[in-house]
Structures are given as C-alpha cells and as structure tokens.
C-alpha cells in the first residue's frame, strides 16, 4: 500500500481520476492549521486504503494548483472529495477525522461495486455538525431566542455606558 499521491499539474489531475475507480482528495494548504493537524490521518488511512487502479489518495495544494482547487468548488481548507469514475460524489469541509474515516470505508466498498447511491445518501458533511442544508429553513429553539435577546441587551448596555464616558 502507498500514501498519497501528490498532485503537481492539471494533467497529472485528470489522469488520475480518469484511470482510478475512486479518489479521495485532500485539498489544503501549507499555511493552514487544520490541514496540518489532519494530515497524519488522512497519510494513514492512504496507507491503509490505496490499490492501484481501484482507490487513491491525492494532495492538492490550494496555492499552487488553484485551478484544480477553483474547478472543483473548493472554498476552504482542508476540503476532503471523494470521486468515483471521476464525479465528485462526497464532499467533507474542515478536520473532522471521524467524518473522514467514515467516507473513506464508505469510498472503499464503491471501489468493489457498491452503488453510489446506497452508500452516499448525504449531500456531504461540514464541520460544525447541524449547518443548514439547502432548501431547509432555520431552526428556532428557546435557547437560541434568549442568546440573541442577550447579545443585543449586552450591545446596547455597552454603547450606552461608552456613550456615558464621551460625555463626562
């Protein structure tokens, strides 16, 4: 088994999704903190998973492939894609390694014939959890009422009292 391949061109790009059943893909950058306290994990598992021809895993960095990174929606880092036949089919934004463990096992098993459709049934995950999906309203909860009514009694106190101080 091999780590991850690193991806230095366009051409380099295409080749490897056009000749590998799944990729999975981490996008990141040097200066990024997240991406390097990932990395380890994500080198592990492409020990773990990679077979030539049937899954690999690919590193491409943001800054010096932009072009890879702009074409595939990539807006921050780390930006984990999983492609099976070359269509993004999972998409995993930020370090969250149990997300990433879980959809790596789940882009292995299409690499043995599983469907698309029965293995990813999400639309992708983001770190933080419950963040709104497309089409779904906000969610109001009593907790979140008294938050805001908090922050505003807490923003209005505070100019008051530094509008006290001007005038003194």
């Known amino acids: 088994m091999s780590g991850p391949i690193h991806i230095g061109s366009d051409g380099e790009w295409q080749s490897l999704l056009s000749g590998t059943s799944v990729v999975i893909a981490d996008f990141y950058a040097d200066w990024c903190g997240p991406c390097k306290m990932i990395a380890p994990h994500f080198e592990r598992l492409a020990?773990?998973?990679?077979?030539?021809?049937?899954?690999?895993?690919?590193?491409?960095?943001v800054d010096n492939q932009?072009?890879?990174?702009?074409?595939?929606?990539?807006?921050?880092?780390?930006?984990?894609?999983?492609?099976?036949?070359?269509t993004a089919v999972?998409?995993?934004?930020?370090?969250?390694?149990?997300?990433?463990?879980?959809?790596?096992?789940k882009a292995v098993s299409l690499s043995d014939g599983g469907k698309v459709e029965d293995i990813f049934k999400t639309?992708?995950?983001t770190l933080g959890g419950?963040?709104?999906v497309p089409g779904?309203?906000?969610?109001?909860?009593?907790?979140?009422?008294?938050?805001?009514?908090?922050?505003?009694?807490g923003l209005y106190l505070t100019s008051l009292f530094s509008a006290r101080k001007q005038e003194a």
């Open 47 to 61: 020990k773990e998973h990679s077979r030539p021809k049937k899954v690999a895993f690919a590193k491409v960095n």
């Open 66 to 86: 932009a072009n890879i990174a702009r074409t595939n929606g990539v807006r921050a880092m780390p930006t984990f894609k999983i492609f099976h036949n070359g």
């Open 90 to 105: 999972e998409t995993i934004q930020g370090a969250n390694p149990s997300a990433l463990t879980e959809a790596i096992t």
């Open 123 to 125: 639309p992708g995950r």
């Open 130 to 132: 419950d963040a709104l």
């Open 136 to 153: 779904q309203g906000r969610h109001w909860s009593v907790t979140l009422l008294l938050n805001l009514v908090m922050m505003l009694v």
